[in-house]
T-cell receptor, first 110, second 113 residues
Framework: QQQVKQSPQSLIVQKGGISIINCAYENTAFDYFPWYQQFPGKGPALLIAIRPDVSEKKEGRFTISFNKSAKQFSLHIMDSQPGDSATYFCAAGGYNKLIFGAGTRLAVHP | EAGVTQFPSHSVIEKGQTVTLRCDPISGHDNLYWYRRVMGKEIKFLLHFVKESKQDESGMPNNRFLAERTGGTYSTLKVQPAELEDSGVYFC???????????FGQGTRLTVV
């Protein structure tokens, strides 16, 4: 009940394309769904987050789509850029801890 | 404002030795978390401090791991004795309030040989 499954494990996208990463969770008590971006040698940094009372949140080129009934959420990166190349982690949690997915290594080719 | 800082960045130790990792949270952040990522898998929760009190240590793997946060400021995570399976990247994070954004440090890469 505490797992968050993330796919794909790795993703290659051409510059200007759309990157899509999917996550599924099991625990219906989760009420916070953040996405973290991590560059090599750095810690994860919050990219965008959503709460279950909305189905979509957009910040610039980054959009979270949330499907509460399916217990799934996804990250869409529009107009992907080489600078977006990083590892992305989805997470789900309550007020005091996060359950992370295994990460997706994104490479955006020029 | 300084972010979350962790020391050391890397540590290589032999099986059976002791290692102590340190985390300095963002000033004023009462909530401090330890997480670990092993072999490219998911980042797993270890424990959560509120000030100096352990709020949730359900993720601690076993009694070879000891976390402290004396005075409610910096925290240490000691592994004694270290085993091969303890290798991984240990992350510390802090947040000002429960449920607020958690800021992560750069991590400590621990290698047990």
């Amino acid at each position: 009940q505490q797992q968050v499954k993330q796919s794909p494990q790795s993703l290659i996208v051409q510059k200007g394309g759309i990157s899509i990463i999917n996550c599924a969770y099991e625990n219906t008590a989760f009420d916070y769904f953040p996405w973290y971006q991590q560059f090599p040698g750095k810690g994860p940094a919050l990219l965008i987050a959503i709460r279950p009372d909305v189905s979509e949140k957009k910040e610039g080129r980054f959009t979270i789509s949330f499907n509460k009934s399916a217990k799934q959420f996804s990250l869409h990166i529009m107009d992907s850029q080489p600078g977006d190349s990083a590892t992305y982690f989805c997470a789900a949690g309550g007020y005091n801890k996060l359950i992370f997915g295994a990460g997706t290594r994104l490479a955006v080719h020029p | 404002e300084a972010g979350v800082t962790q020391f050391p960045s890397h540590s290589v130790i032999e099986k059976g030795q002791t290692v102590t990792l340190r985390c300095d949270p963002i000033s004023g952040h009462d909530n401090l978390y330890w997480y670990r990522r092993v072999m490219g898998k998911e980042i797993k929760f270890l424990l959560h401090f509120v000030k100096e009190s352990k709020q949730d240590e359900s993720g601690m793997p076993n009694n070879r791991f000891l976390a402290e946060r004396t005075g409610g400021t910096y925290s240490t995570l000691k592994v004694q004795p270290a085993e091969l399976e303890d290798s991984g990247v240990y992350f510390c994070a802090s947040s000002q309030e429960l449920g607020a954004e958690a800021f992560f440090g750069q991590g400590t890469r621990l290698t047990v040989v």
